[in-house]
């Protein structure tokens, strides 16, 4: 019986030899994206910025281009129009307007008026500028909060050298993700921050996976260099890694081409993740190892600080 294999059986590559360019290359993009943050910065969306949301309905299919056309004249600033869900639903975005008594209200009665009665509106959100601020305080909270317990969550089950380095990798994947939306002006909205948080979920259970193989190998194979031991705990993992990777990314790009624009920003940031993570946790997290000075003998419990009476 046939079976198609990604990963050829006993895999032998030395990806710890690759460990110092592999730093370079991170290091420069982590820089790179670091940079464009503080100068370019995001292109935050309705949600961060405040602003008005409507979903209306068609009697048909949408014209979304003589829609855009139409709703420009009303000179309201950046107005976003979307198609999501069937072809006749429609998400209008218009940025927030001057700070004037009714001003929101105004937005939604141009609007109305624009397109005339063979509309029907489903939903009206409106998102103040205090509300923005707010859901930018929370949704910088909760990635730093995931980070943190992801921190202590390796702690206690590995040792502190595997924590230190699973949190770098998981750092590692946030600032570049940020970064690639910072580099092409991608709507960064709350459904990214919902992205990342997932990243972070993911890029930790690959980075898991290849600690667990180092920690059940350094009990196996005492005597092993530790560049060859963790260079046989990656290969041994790859087949699984490789796997996992490539049918959650095809799934991942069947949304984005299939799922409208409403889902595509958080699936263009989950494919990111998904790639930058894989690549971390080979290529950052188990060469960390190396410069932290791992625990070797996992046969006894580590030497107590404290003097023995």
Known sequence: MFRLKLVPANTAFKFIGLRYIAYAVSALMVLASMGLFFTNGLNFGIDFRGG?????????????????????????????????????????????????????????????????????????????????????????????????????????????????????????????????????????NLSIIAAILTIVGYSMNDTVVVYDRVRENLRKYKKLNLDELLDRSINETLSRTAMTSITTLLALLALYIFGGEVIRGFTFAMMWGVFIGTYSSIFIAAPLLMILGVKRDWSVAAPSSTPSV
Not at 66 to 95: H, K, W
Request: aromatic fraction near 8%.
């Open 52 to 188: 008005t949301m409507i979903e209306i309905g068609t009697e048909g299919p949408a014209d979304i281009g003589d829609l855009r056309n139409r709703l420009s004249l009303l000179n309201l600033g950046d107005v976003q129009v979307q198609e999501f869900g069937a072809p006749n639903d429609v998400l209008i975005r218009v940025e927030q307007q001057a700070e004037t008594e009714g001003s929101d209200q105004s937005v939604v009665e141009l609007i109305r008026a624009e397109l005339g009665e063979g509309v029907e509106y489903r939903r009206v959100e409106v998102v103040g500028p205090k509300v923005s601020s707010e859901l930018i305080e929370a949704g910088t909270l909760a990635v730093v909060i995931a980070v943190i317990l992801m921190l202590v969550y390796i702690w206690f089950r590995f040792e502190w050298q595997f924590s230190v380095g699973a949190v770098l990798a998981l750092l590692h994947d946030v600032l570049l993700t940020i970064g690639i939306f910072s580099i092409f002006q991608l709507e960064f």
